[in-house]
Antibody, heavy 120, light 109 residues
Framework: QVQLVESGGGAVQPGGSLKLSCAAS????????LHWVRQAPGKGLQWVAA????????FYVESVKGRFSISRDKSKNTLFLQMDSLRTEDTAIYYC?????????????WGQGTLVSVSS | QSALTQPASVSGSPGQSITISCTGS?????????VSWYQQHPGKAPKVLIS???KRPSGVSDRFSGSKSGNTASLTISGLQAEDEADYYC?????????FGGGTKLTVL
């Protein structure tokens, strides 16, 4: 079955950086688009970024453009999210999710999430 | 980038049916047949219930169904059960971005 395991979260000061990883198994990694979605404490879901099956196209929510970078490594079946210039409002649980298609449509299967806490 | 509009809460008794609406615009829900619905229990990750407006992934109960009319998508849960008490989110593709609804808390009375 599809398994997505996020790691790399933690506590960081404003202006700092973190790199999240998402190890995938149980499906043909190179055939599907992938997403990062976050959820601030007590709040709803917010889409953050997505990447197509081959990594050729990347999309971001406006609030993270220029600060976050999504990438994937097919040799390691792993999705990444490089987060720079972090702000307190980036505090959230970050989920990785598969798409149901090779392109980017909507998230399908989800991991359990990793917590990112940005504070001074 | 406005979120899709969902009611904050809905409620129903066991055995009843409820419907949760999700209103967007002609640029998202109304334009693409790419609306998904998710269920999230407290402290858990979201789980997909419906994709592409009305497709149920393998393993999802047929008590859950989706539809769309114009700029509004809907999730119907029939034969309500206590375990259905959770938060529900809609989501739509919208040309190089993805937007979520604000979420609806379902209470089973």
């Amino acid at each position: 079955q599809v398994q997505l395991v996020e790691s790399g979260g933690g506590a960081v000061q404003p202006g700092g950086s973190l790199k999240l990883s998402c190890a995938a198994s149980g499906f043909a990694f190179s055939n599907y688009g992938l997403h990062w979605v976050r959820q601030a404490p007590g709040k709803g879901l917010q889409w953050v970024a997505a990447i197509t099956y081959d990594g050729s196209n990347k999309f971001y929510v406006e609030s993270v453009k220029g600060r976050f970078s999504i990438s994937r490594d097919k040799s390691k079946n792993t999705l990444f999210l490089q987060m720079d210039s972090l702000r307190t409002e980036d505090t959230a649980i970050y989920y990785c999710a598969t798409d149901g298609h090779p392109t980017v449509t909507t998230p399908h299967y989800w991991g359990q999430g990793t917590l990112v806490s940005v504070s001074s | 980038q406005s979120a899709l509009t969902q009611p904050a809460s809905v409620s129903g008794s066991p055995g009843q049916s409820i419907t949760i609406s999700c209103t967007g615009s002609s640029s998202d829900v109304g334009h693409f047949y790419l609306v998904s619905w998710y269920q999230q229990h407290p402290g858990k990750a979201p789980k997909v219930l419906i994709s592409e407006v009305n497709k149920r992934p393998s393993g999802v109960s047929d008590r859950f169904s989706g539809s769309k009319s114009g700029n509004t998508a809907s999730l119907t849960i029939s034969g309500l059960q206590a375990e259905d008490e959770a938060d529900y989110y809609c989501c739509s593709y919208a040309s190089s971005r993805v937007i979520f609804g604000g979420g609806t808390k379902l209470t089973v009375l």
